[in-house]
């Protein structure tokens, strides 16, 4: 952390860049100075196997200095930047271009518009300080995982656990907004699994998972089933103690959907026996978001957006996992850390 902000040094930013902070905003930077670009940021990070962010929460200057007057994002202050991404947290300092005064979110280019200022957003937070407080929160509770000293934005439901026999099975989710559109709808969500055997289990449960098996239901009530052996490549042992934990996405073109279903494992001691072991329903759900103001076009120019950019509303999750037999749920190690990795 950097020291804190002198009454004057937030007077100058406001005279540089025409607007008034919030009240909230100048309190916490009094406190302190956010971070400078450095990693892992304090606002949370997100490892995939092939996409990384972890956000830094700006200095005054740095935020300053990346004060949007640029059509579609006009009046907005970065709180937060990503290194990796590029992606930012802005917070509106005026209610323009049908923002609300101070509201937080996340930008979300249009990708069906030719305007470039269509930028819609994804909604984080209504003030400075409902943003920051909830997210302290989750950290100081537990409610996010900390792996190697990188807070992880993962939501667990409490309500969210399985158990079969010995052996119980718990999820939780997070919405990556920097790989989401609201046009065209692609919402892209992941998910933490953690597979633990009880520690008073004998010896001979050990067991071996074989396959699995998801049931993957859309806001329409579409289903799709998909099947595949092991997860992430792997067919992990567990046994009495044993924790196995990875990390998988999925897309939806609705904003939200959930999934379900069983591991299929087969016992050490007794190799002929196969038993299932369930996994518990999650819900994905997309977070508030707004259209932008500058998607304003004519009846025909919507139709040719729609003849050159047909999205088809039936395919919802992501084919690229070749563990998967090229379906889609794709299978992606857990980040490093305290949990293992298996790549």
């Known amino acids: 952390?950097?020291?804190?902000?002198?009454?004057?040094?937030?007077?100058?930013?406001?005279?540089?860049?025409?607007?008034?902070?919030?009240?909230?905003?100048?309190?916490?930077?009094?406190?302190?100075?956010?971070?400078?670009?450095?990693?892992?940021?304090?606002?949370?990070?997100?490892?995939?196997?092939?996409?990384?962010?972890?956000?830094?929460?700006?200095?005054?200057?740095?935020?300053?200095?990346?004060?949007?007057?640029?059509?579609?994002?006009?009046?907005?202050?970065?709180?937060?930047?990503?290194?990796?991404?590029?992606?930012?947290?802005?917070?509106?300092?005026?209610?323009?271009?049908?923002?609300?005064?101070?509201?937080?979110?996340?930008q979300c280019p249009d990708q069906m518009a030719r305007n470039p200022s269509a930028i819609d957003m994804f909604i984080t937070g209504t003030s400075y300080l409902e943003w920051f407080t909830s997210y302290v929160n989750k950290v100081v509770t537990g409610g996010y995982p900390i792996i190697r000293d990188q807070i992880f934005r993962y939501v667990h439901d409490k309500e969210c656990v399985a158990t079969t026999g010995d052996i119980t099975v718990s999820v939780s989710t997070s919405f990556l907004p920097e790989l989401s559109s609201v046009h065209p709808p692609h919402y892209f969500f992941t998910y933490r699994i953690r597979i633990e055997m009880s520690k008073d289990a004998l010896p001979e449960k050990a067991c071996q998972l074989d396959s699995r098996y998801w049931r993957i239901t859309?806001?329409?009530?579409?289903?799709?089933?998909?099947?595949?052996?092991?997860?992430?490549?792997?067919?992990?042992?567990?046994?009495?103690?044993?924790?196995?934990?990875?990390?998988?996405?999925?897309?939806?073109?609705?904003?939200?959907?959930?999934?379900?279903?069983?591991?299929?494992?087969?016992?050490?001691?007794?190799?002929?026996?196969?038993?299932?072991?369930?996994?518990p329903r999650f819900h994905m759900v997309c977070p508030t978001f707004k259209v932008s103001t500058a998607r304003m076009v004519s009846e025909d120019a919507v139709e040719t957006n729609h003849n050159e950019y047909a999205v088809d509303e039936d395919e919802d999750s992501t084919d690229t996992d070749e563990y998967e037999d090229r379906h889609r749920v794709l299978d992606i190690p857990a980040p490093s850390g305290r949990c293992p990795r298996h790549t």
Not at 11 to 37: M, T, W
Not at 74 to 90: R, V
């Open 1 to 106: 952390l950097v020291l804190s902000v002198q009454e004057e040094d937030l007077d100058a930013v406001e005279a540089q860049i025409g607007c008034k902070l919030p009240d909230d905003y100048r309190c916490s930077f009094r406190i302190h100075n956010g971070q400078k670009l450095v990693v892992p940021g304090l606002m949370g990070s997100m490892a995939l196997s092939n996409h990384y962010r972890s956000e830094d929460l700006l200095d005054i200057d740095t935020a300053a200095g990346g004060f949007q007057q640029r059509l579609g994002l006009k009046q907005c202050l970065p709180l937060t930047f990503c290194i990796h991404t590029g992606l930012s947290q802005y917070m509106a300092l005026e209610s323009v271009e049908g923002r609300n005064k101070y509201e937080i979110f996340y």
């Open 218 to 279: 859309n806001a329409k009530g579409d289903v799709e089933e998909v099947q595949g052996p092991g997860v992430v490549g792997e067919f992990p042992i567990i046994s009495p103690g044993r924790v196995y934990e990875y990390t998988s996405c999925t897309t939806f073109s609705t904003t939200s959907g959930y999934m379900e279903g069983y591991y299929t494992f087969h016992c050490l001691y007794y190799k002929e026996k196969f038993f299932n072991v369930t996994i």
